[in-house]
């Protein structure tokens, strides 16, 4: 339950004839609830045959329902339209369900109750997900690649959200229980349908969900389930968890995995209120095929208007023993020993209308994916247009219109001139060293609308995208990095089909690195040699000053430049010299104090040049980077060594950074 505030009220009383009130009370002296914040939160601990369901109309709320603190204890608000309230005398709820009836700001008042989720005992027999390939999955899980989201909203008791093969399909949902949108699961069945959903499919471990490969995720709700196999739903959380799912644009498809056979305008309101909303409702039969008692009766939410009822059958595609049938079963699906994933983080097998439904409510929303524009009424009708029937010709009572039938039903989806990629290139082979342009290009046909193309690669496991959505067909980048790319692109139409195509185990190799060359010019000695990668030019502990500098970069395989100034004795900074040429003077007696070098030309951003300086008095000093000063300014120290280095960029230094250039 939502943790609520506990709210002191203090009457103070002013007696000069007048007195100041803090609520709004009744002649009996009970206070008139404005705000369920007024009164205690939910009992868990007890019934709730107690409570109150109150579905609001627009703008309605508790404080347009009259009550005051001696009809209600407590209660909780559930969302704008719904909230559950805890009478103080069971004995007048009766009563009170009857005034609250007749407000006008309330659509459906009743007593709240418990409604049972439609699984099995589990059978201790592990089996392999018959259910995939039985429904023509096997051919359709990696069929349809949807950019846009769809979401199946499981109402049940929870999710298990780390389980590894199904956390990376989920997304938010809500725990009406413990009022958080942490989400647990006591019971298991939760856990066990949400898999028929969406298990992760080819991430090398368990099974897959019917949805495949597709872009669908799972919003859990759960409304009940305090224990291990706890079957109890509350109605109320129901309620609320319909009208929330309602709400989000990204669920088109509301799985109820339960069944009761009482009648519940408050269940019904919230059912109509999703229908007219647009999302696809599929729910659980019944399981008292075989019960004396109930056998052919209307289980709801199943037998709603506007409600998918599914039975269940059997891995000889018979109807299974316990399914209910009746008048309003309109298909079926596999629901007996079916292979899911568990609330302990494995696998086990279930039987029961719950879970034909999920797997029913999993390729509606296949259905969805490959094309958003499809209605609710749409989607049914595929679905029992496209099921293969077992009995005789036509709709029955046990089998409805007969079992889905996944890939018959997308293929009818499918446009009728599908979109596909014609041609897909790299303008250069295979092999191309780093730094090199590659320009890739790709034309799509088919689909409908306006095409917009998406270019990416993979490499070491990661995926980066060189040019998002757009309606370029052409994309260029340069590698940075040697490997085995996976170079792709993935082609949106105007209708939401996506397909892609890929170039794969393409190689971009190292290049050799480039070479840094430098030479100074030292007092009394002139010219020295070429020094290169990170050699020291100049002297050390001879007293002798570097009087001038030459830097150049030597590469065949990268457009790379230097440029470089120096600090003069009596000078200051001079400007920058390029490649080669001389910084500093010559014949002058001067010293150099300090220096900057910096990398140029359209590969610079490949590499990090670092240089090192030996100054008087201080000696080797820390090493500086890429335009950073390095030597001294104020001191009149001469400079007597240097050593340049160029690395790949982001490398590590090659030694200590600590203080490059001192100043007084």
Same mark, same amino acid.
């Given at each position: ?524 000695? $002139? %010219? ?5 990668? !990170?050699?020291? +030019?100049?002297? #050390?502990?001879?007293?002798? @000053? *570097? =009087? /001038? &500098? ?21 000078? $200051? %900074? ?5 490649? !080669?040429?001389? +910084?500093?003077? #010559?014949?002058?007696?001067? @010293? *150099? =104090? /300090? &220096? ?69």
């Amino acid at each position: 339950m939502k943790f609520k505030k506990a709210i002191v009220f203090l009457l103070a009383m002013v007696l000069i004839g007048s007195s100041f009130p803090l609520g709004i009370w009744a002649q009996d002296h009970s206070m008139v609830i404005q705000s369920l914040d007024q009164v205690a939160d939910l009992d868990t601990t007890s019934s709730n045959k107690d409570q109150i369901i109150v579905i609001y109309k627009a703008q309605g709320d508790v404080g347009n329902l009259a009550l005051t603190s001696q009809d209600i204890k407590g209660g909780e608000s559930l969302g704008e339209q719904v909230d559950i309230i805890q009478v103080t005398d069971s004995a007048n709820i009766d009563a009170l369900v009857a005034k609250l009836s007749e407000n006008p700001n309330v659509l459906v008042a009743e007593k709240n109750s418990y409604i049972q989720t439609s699984d099995l005992p589990n059978d201790p027999e592990l089996a392999k997900a018959w259910q995939f390939e039985r429904l023509g999955a096997d051919q359709t899980w990696n069929k349809v690649n949807n950019s846009e989201t769809v979401v199946v909203a499981v109402i049940d008791t929870g999710l298990f959200t780390e389980h590894p093969d199904i956390k990376e399909n989920v997304v938010a949902g809500y725990d009406y229980v413990d009022g958080t949108t942490d989400m647990v699961d006591l019971s298991g069945h939760g856990t066990l349908v949400a898999g028929c959903v969406a298990a992760v499919a080819d991430n090398g471990i368990g099974f897959a969900g019917i949805t495949g490969t597709a872009n669908i995720k799972l919003a859990p709700y759960r409304v009940g389930g305090t224990f291990d196999g706890d079957k109890n739903l509350d109605v109320g959380y129901i309620c609320a968890a319909l009208y929330d799912a309602a709400a989000r644009p990204e669920v088109k498809v509301i799985n109820m995995s339960f069944g009761g056979y009482m009648v519940s305008a408050a269940l019904r309101t919230a059912v109509e209120n999703a229908a007219n909303a647009g999302k696809v409702l599929v729910a659980a039969a019944g399981n008292e095929g075989a019960n004396a008692n109930y056998k052919g009766e209307l289980a709801v939410p199943a037998s709603y208007n506007n409600v998918i009822s599914i039975g269940a059958t059997d891995n000889t595609n018979k109807i299974a023993y316990f399914s209910q049938h009746n008048s309003l079963v309109d298909l079926c699906a596999p629901g007996h020993k079916i292979y899911s994933t568990n609330h302990d983080g494995g696998y086990e097998e279930a039987s029961g209308t719950s879970f034909a439904s999920p797997i029913t409510a999993a390729a509606c929303a296949v259905l969805m994916a490959a094309d958003h524009t499809m209605t609710s009424t749409e989607v049914e009708n595929l679905l029992k247009e496209t099921a293969l029937d077992f009995s005789a010709k036509g709709r029955d009572d046990y089998y409805g219109h007969g079992m889905i039938q996944l890939d018959t039903a997308l293929a009818m989806v499918s446009p009728t001139n599908p979109l596909s990629i014609d041609t897909f290139t790299v303008d250069k082979p295979t092999g191309q060293t780093l730094g090199t342009l590659l320009t890739l290009n790709a034309a799509a046909t088919g689909g409908e609308g306006d095409y917009q193309y998406s270019f990416y690669y993979d490499l070491n496991g990661k995926t980066t995208t060189i040019q998002d959505y757009s309606n370029v067909s052409t994309a260029a980048f340069t590698p940075t990095q040697a490997g085995i790319y996976t170079l792709s692109v993935q082609v949106l139409d105007g209708k939401g089909n996506t397909v892609k195509e890929s170039i794969v185990n393409y190689v971009v190799k190292d290049k050799v690195m480039p070479t840094i060359e430098y030479r100074t010019h030292i007092q009394n000695v $002139g %010219w020295q040699g070429i020094m290169a990668d !990170g050699v020291i +030019s100049g002297t #050390e502990g001879q007293s002798l @000053r *570097l =009087e /001038a &500098i030459e830097i150049n970069t030597i590469s065949n395989n990268y457009n790379l430049g230097v440029k470089y100034k120096t600090h003069v004795q009596n000078i $200051g %900074w001079q400007n920058f010299v390029t490649n !080669g040429l001389p +910084s500093g003077s #010559e014949g002058q007696s001067l @010293r *150099l =104090e /300090a &220096i900057e070098v910096e990398l140029t030309g359209t590969d610079a951003n490949l590499f990090d040049v670092y240089y090192q300086v030996h100054a008087q008095n201080v000696g080797w000093m820390g090493w500086a980077r890429n335009g950073g000063q390095a030597g001294t300014a104020g001191f009149g120290y001469r400079l007597e060594g240097i050593r340049i280095e160029i690395v790949p960029k982001g490398s590590v230094a090659p030694g200590t950074i600590d203080d490059p250039f001192i100043k007084k």
